[in-house]
């Protein structure tokens, strides 16, 4: 049973941020390789769904892991409140439909959670539903991994509630980051306890194993998811395939 609270935000004392950030550009390097020979097979696909705290850097997080990425393959998508189409629906359908082909790496920032998170905590669904919500999601995930060979990693961005009241302050405070902020995010805060009990019952319910992934630091954030995403792609073992016809030949020169 995980306990989020007894789970640590910060990098180990041993680690500094310049060696971090060294381990970084190699392995982020990798990744960009070996995505480009998943899109080249066309026999697997990789799904990563970022969930966190408002500030836990989600956005930081896709943007650092994934940069030497090509946008040839990789698809990002932020979920925010259903549209009237999408609540027409039921809570699955808009992340099925974004679910990867073979071949491709989604990236879901929120995600198909938010459905037994933020509308549990604000008691818009009754805890029946939650379950039935929660089996559902299961199955989902079950289905993507075993019916189209995707592989899923699930990330929670674990931030302690010091560093959040930090962030959020900076918003208001950098200019820069002005447009980051929003009233709501002060109420949705209010409400931490709500939020790790929901996670703690997300987490401990998921058949497919959550990474609880420290991010107080953002470089050891950086490192840390980078690390986990790397070595999922080495398991996949991705190839690049040779030559569509193996009676072909290069002509000889006249």
């Known amino acids: 049973m995980i306990r989020l609270s007894k789970i640590s935000t910060r990098a180990p004392e041993n680690l500094t941020k310049q060696k971090a950030k060294i381990q970084l550009k190699a392995i982020t390097k990798e990744i960009g390789e070996l ?22 850097g989600k956005d930081g ?22 549209t009237d189409e999408e609540f027409a629906h039921d809570f699955l359908w808009r992340c099925h439909k974004l679910a990867p082909a073979k071949g491709f790496c989604q990236i879901f920032v929120r995600s198909h959670y938010e459905d037994i998170l933020i509308q549990r905590v604000h008691k ?3 805890p029946s539903q939650v379950k039935m919500r929660m089996n559902a999601i299961n199955a989902w995930e079950e289905l993507l991994k075993k019916d189209n ?71 050891y954030r950086n490192l840390f998811i980078a690390k986990e995403v790397l070595k999922a792609l080495r398991k996949m073992k991705p190839v690049l395939p040779g030559l569509e016809s193996e009676k072909f030949s290069v002509p000889k020169s006249k």
Request: no cysteine; proline share 4%; aromatic share 12%.
């Open 35 to 56: 995505l480009m020979k998943v899109y080249a097979e066309e026999k697997q696909s990789l799904l990563i769904v970022l969930q966190g705290m408002d500030s836990s």
């Open 61 to 82: 997080t896709v943007k650092n892991v994934f940069r030497y990425a090509s946008p040839v393959n990789i698809n990002v998508k932020s979920f925010k409140k259903p």
């Open 124 to 126: 818009w669904i009754t």
């Open 149 to 219: 060979n995707t592989t899923i990693l699930k990330f929670y961005l674990h931030l302690s509630k010091e560093r959040q009241l930090e962030k959020l302050k900076e918003r208001i405070a950098v200019p820069e980051k002005n447009w980051k902020h929003k009233d709501g995010d002060w109420s949705e805060r209010r409400k931490w306890n709500d939020y790790m009990t929901a996670y703690e019952y997300a987490i401990n319910q998921s058949k497919i194993p959550w990474i609880i992934a420290p991010v107080d630091q953002r470089w």
